[in-house]
Protein backbone atom coordinates (compact mmCIF):
# COMPACT_ATOMS: atom_id res chain seq x y z
CA UNK A 1 0.00 0.00 0.00
CA UNK A 2 1.16 3.58 -0.44
CA UNK A 3 -0.90 4.94 2.24
CA UNK A 4 -3.16 4.12 4.98
CA UNK A 5 -5.28 7.63 6.39
CA UNK A 6 -7.11 7.39 9.55
CA UNK A 7 -9.72 10.64 8.57
CA UNK A 8 -10.02 10.83 12.61
CA UNK A 9 -7.47 11.36 14.81
CA UNK A 10 -9.82 11.21 18.15
CA UNK A 11 -13.51 10.68 18.51
CA UNK A 12 -14.95 11.28 21.10
CA UNK A 13 -18.80 9.44 22.30
CA UNK A 14 -20.81 9.27 24.82
CA UNK A 15 -21.69 5.66 25.88
CA UNK A 16 -24.12 3.44 24.49
CA UNK A 17 -23.67 5.57 21.17
CA UNK A 18 -22.32 3.70 17.94
CA UNK A 19 -19.31 4.92 16.81
CA UNK A 20 -17.50 4.50 13.07
CA UNK A 21 -13.69 4.45 12.90
CA UNK A 22 -12.61 5.54 9.48
CA UNK A 23 -9.61 4.11 7.31
CA UNK A 24 -8.59 4.38 3.79
CA UNK A 25 -5.66 2.90 1.49
CA UNK A 26 -4.18 3.30 -1.69
CA UNK A 27 -2.87 0.45 -3.53
CA UNK A 28 -2.46 -1.08 -6.88
CA UNK A 29 -2.73 -4.60 -5.92
CA UNK A 30 -5.05 -6.29 -3.77
CA UNK A 31 -4.59 -5.98 -0.04
CA UNK A 32 -5.07 -7.99 3.48
CA UNK A 33 -6.25 -5.48 6.18
CA UNK A 34 -6.25 -5.18 9.42
CA UNK A 35 -7.64 -2.83 13.07
CA UNK A 36 -5.25 -3.19 16.01
CA UNK A 37 -6.49 -1.61 19.38
CA UNK A 38 -4.06 -0.55 21.89
CA UNK A 39 -5.67 0.03 25.46
CA UNK A 40 -4.15 2.39 28.11
CA UNK A 41 -0.92 1.14 28.88
CA UNK A 42 -1.11 -1.91 27.27
CA UNK A 43 0.29 -3.98 24.57
CA UNK A 44 -0.86 -3.50 20.49
CA UNK A 45 -3.96 -6.32 19.78
CA UNK A 46 -5.25 -7.51 16.98
CA UNK A 47 -8.89 -6.60 16.78
CA UNK A 48 -9.62 -8.22 13.16
CA UNK A 49 -8.97 -8.53 10.23
CA UNK A 50 -9.92 -9.21 6.52
CA UNK A 51 -8.29 -11.67 4.04
CA UNK A 52 -10.86 -13.32 1.92
CA UNK A 53 -14.39 -14.07 1.53
CA UNK A 54 -17.44 -12.43 3.42
CA UNK A 55 -16.49 -8.13 3.38
CA UNK A 56 -17.82 -7.71 6.65
CA UNK A 57 -15.52 -9.14 9.45
CA UNK A 58 -16.28 -9.63 13.33
CA UNK A 59 -13.57 -8.93 15.82
CA UNK A 60 -13.56 -9.13 19.49
CA UNK A 61 -15.32 -7.01 21.36
CA UNK A 62 -18.35 -6.68 19.61
CA UNK A 63 -16.86 -4.79 16.60
CA UNK A 64 -17.29 -5.53 13.38
CA UNK A 65 -15.53 -3.88 9.88
CA UNK A 66 -16.15 -4.06 6.14
CA UNK A 67 -13.99 -4.31 3.26
CA UNK A 68 -15.27 -1.60 0.01
CA UNK A 69 -13.16 -2.39 -2.39
CA UNK A 70 -14.13 0.08 -4.94
CA UNK A 71 -14.18 2.63 -2.40
CA UNK A 72 -10.77 1.29 -0.75
CA UNK A 73 -11.79 1.38 2.79
CA UNK A 74 -12.00 -0.81 6.06
CA UNK A 75 -14.15 1.47 8.24
CA UNK A 76 -14.53 0.08 11.64
CA UNK A 77 -17.89 0.08 13.78
CA UNK A 78 -19.60 -0.92 16.93
CA UNK A 79 -23.48 -0.07 17.81
CA UNK A 80 -23.18 0.67 20.89
CA UNK A 81 -19.98 1.75 23.07
CA UNK A 82 -18.77 0.80 26.27
CA UNK A 83 -16.11 2.95 28.64
CA UNK A 84 -13.70 -0.28 28.34
CA UNK A 85 -13.35 0.64 24.46
CA UNK A 86 -11.42 3.65 25.47
CA UNK A 87 -8.45 3.12 23.56
CA UNK A 88 -5.96 3.63 20.45
CA UNK A 89 -6.90 2.24 17.26
CA UNK A 90 -4.43 1.52 14.22
CA UNK A 91 -6.01 0.35 10.83
CA UNK A 92 -2.64 -1.62 8.80
CA UNK A 93 -2.78 -2.73 5.21
CA UNK A 94 -0.28 -5.55 3.99
CA UNK A 95 -0.16 -5.87 0.23
CA UNK A 96 -0.29 -9.44 -2.13
CA UNK A 97 2.83 -8.95 -3.56
CA UNK A 98 5.32 -11.62 -5.10
CA UNK A 99 8.25 -11.72 -2.82
CA UNK A 100 9.25 -11.31 0.69
CA UNK A 101 8.29 -8.22 1.76
CA UNK A 102 5.10 -7.81 3.25
CA UNK A 103 5.21 -5.73 6.23
CA UNK A 104 2.12 -3.78 7.45
CA UNK A 105 1.44 -0.56 6.75
CA UNK A 106 -0.05 1.87 9.33
CA UNK A 107 -2.10 4.63 9.97
CA UNK A 108 -1.75 7.55 12.78
CA UNK A 109 -3.99 5.82 14.79
CA UNK A 110 -7.52 7.31 16.21
CA UNK A 111 -8.21 8.01 19.65
CA UNK A 112 -11.85 6.86 20.85
CA UNK A 113 -12.60 8.63 24.14
CA UNK A 114 -16.17 6.97 25.42
CA UNK A 115 -17.69 9.18 28.19
CA UNK A 116 -20.15 8.06 30.15
CA UNK B 1 5.98 -17.12 29.18
CA UNK B 2 4.16 -17.13 25.98
CA UNK B 3 3.97 -13.77 24.75
CA UNK B 4 6.38 -11.42 22.93
CA UNK B 5 8.42 -9.90 26.17
CA UNK B 6 10.64 -6.94 25.81
CA UNK B 7 13.71 -5.37 28.32
CA UNK B 8 13.89 -3.03 29.97
CA UNK B 9 10.55 -1.70 30.10
CA UNK B 10 11.61 1.30 30.87
CA UNK B 11 15.34 2.94 30.16
CA UNK B 12 16.64 6.46 30.67
CA UNK B 13 20.17 7.78 28.65
CA UNK B 14 21.86 10.36 28.65
CA UNK B 15 22.48 12.05 25.28
CA UNK B 16 25.41 10.40 23.57
CA UNK B 17 25.28 6.86 25.38
CA UNK B 18 24.58 3.91 23.49
CA UNK B 19 21.47 1.87 24.54
CA UNK B 20 20.58 -2.15 23.74
CA UNK B 21 17.12 -3.28 23.74
CA UNK B 22 16.08 -6.83 23.84
CA UNK B 23 13.11 -8.26 22.58
CA UNK B 24 11.70 -12.21 23.04
CA UNK B 25 9.52 -13.22 20.32
CA UNK B 26 7.14 -16.42 20.69
CA UNK B 27 8.75 -19.51 20.56
CA UNK B 28 8.45 -20.54 17.08
CA UNK B 29 7.75 -17.44 15.24
CA UNK B 30 9.95 -16.93 12.48
CA UNK B 31 9.08 -13.39 11.75
CA UNK B 32 9.96 -10.57 14.53
CA UNK B 33 9.43 -6.67 13.72
CA UNK B 34 10.58 -3.61 15.40
CA UNK B 35 8.54 -0.46 15.37
CA UNK B 36 8.71 2.61 17.05
CA UNK B 37 6.10 5.04 18.52
CA UNK B 38 6.54 8.36 19.19
CA UNK B 39 3.97 10.18 21.36
CA UNK B 40 0.97 11.17 18.79
CA UNK B 41 2.36 9.00 15.89
CA UNK B 42 1.82 6.28 14.45
CA UNK B 43 3.63 2.96 14.61
CA UNK B 44 7.48 3.78 12.36
CA UNK B 45 8.67 0.38 11.14
CA UNK B 46 12.32 -0.43 11.77
CA UNK B 47 13.67 -3.03 10.74
CA UNK B 48 11.84 -6.80 10.38
CA UNK B 49 13.29 -10.61 10.71
CA UNK B 50 11.91 -13.54 8.60
CA UNK B 51 14.34 -16.83 9.32
CA UNK B 52 17.28 -16.94 8.08
CA UNK B 53 16.79 -14.26 4.74
CA UNK B 54 18.40 -10.92 5.01
CA UNK B 55 16.56 -8.24 7.45
CA UNK B 56 14.87 -5.98 5.95
CA UNK B 57 16.63 -2.10 7.31
CA UNK B 58 14.63 -0.49 5.26
CA UNK B 59 13.12 1.64 8.31
CA UNK B 60 16.37 2.40 9.95
CA UNK B 61 16.38 6.40 10.45
CA UNK B 62 20.17 6.80 10.87
CA UNK B 63 23.24 4.61 10.83
CA UNK B 64 23.10 4.91 14.55
CA UNK B 65 20.28 2.14 14.87
CA UNK B 66 21.33 -1.71 13.97
CA UNK B 67 19.62 -4.96 15.36
CA UNK B 68 20.60 -8.11 15.49
CA UNK B 69 18.70 -11.30 15.42
CA UNK B 70 20.41 -14.76 17.17
CA UNK B 71 19.42 -17.83 16.94
CA UNK B 72 16.02 -16.88 15.19
CA UNK B 73 15.37 -15.82 18.43
CA UNK B 74 15.74 -13.35 20.34
CA UNK B 75 16.44 -9.77 18.82
CA UNK B 76 18.17 -6.73 20.47
CA UNK B 77 17.96 -3.35 18.82
CA UNK B 78 21.34 -1.17 19.06
CA UNK B 79 21.10 2.60 19.07
CA UNK B 80 24.49 4.58 19.22
CA UNK B 81 25.40 8.18 20.25
CA UNK B 82 21.42 8.45 21.46
CA UNK B 83 19.90 12.22 20.67
CA UNK B 84 16.64 13.37 22.44
CA UNK B 85 14.88 12.81 19.20
CA UNK B 86 15.57 8.96 19.84
CA UNK B 87 13.30 9.15 22.68
CA UNK B 88 9.82 6.73 22.18
CA UNK B 89 8.37 3.98 22.94
CA UNK B 90 10.18 1.13 21.12
CA UNK B 91 7.49 -2.30 20.21
CA UNK B 92 8.59 -5.56 19.32
CA UNK B 93 6.13 -7.72 17.83
CA UNK B 94 6.21 -11.48 16.01
CA UNK B 95 4.34 -13.53 13.70
CA UNK B 96 4.47 -17.00 12.37
CA UNK B 97 5.64 -16.16 8.98
CA UNK B 98 5.53 -13.13 6.41
CA UNK B 99 3.30 -14.02 4.10
CA UNK B 100 1.31 -10.82 4.71
CA UNK B 101 -2.03 -12.67 6.69
CA UNK B 102 -0.45 -13.18 10.04
CA UNK B 103 -1.29 -11.37 12.80
CA UNK B 104 1.44 -9.41 14.67
CA UNK B 105 2.01 -10.30 18.29
CA UNK B 106 3.07 -7.20 20.34
CA UNK B 107 5.44 -6.77 23.00
CA UNK B 108 4.61 -4.23 25.71
CA UNK B 109 7.57 -1.73 24.88
CA UNK B 110 10.82 -0.22 25.96
CA UNK B 111 9.75 3.55 26.65
CA UNK B 112 13.18 5.55 25.99
CA UNK B 113 13.63 9.16 27.58
CA UNK B 114 16.68 10.23 26.23
CA UNK B 115 18.23 13.17 28.59
Known amino acids: AQSVTQLDSQVPVFEEAPVELRCNYS??????LFWYVQYPNQGLQLLLK????STLVKGINGFEAEFNKSQTSFHLRKPSVHISDTAEYFC??????????????WGLGTSLAVNP | GAGVSQSPSNKVTEKGKDVELRCDPI?????LYWYRQSLGQGLEFLIY????????KSGLPSDRFSAERTGGSVSTLTIQRTQQEDSAVYLC?????????????FGPGTRLLVL
Open chain 1, 92 to 105: AVSELRAGNNRKLI
Open chain 2, 93 to 105: ASSSGLAGAETQY
Open chain 2, 27 to 31: SGHTA
Open chain 2, 49 to 56: FQGNSAPD
Open chain 1, 50 to 53: YLSG
Open chain 1, 27 to 32: SSVSVY
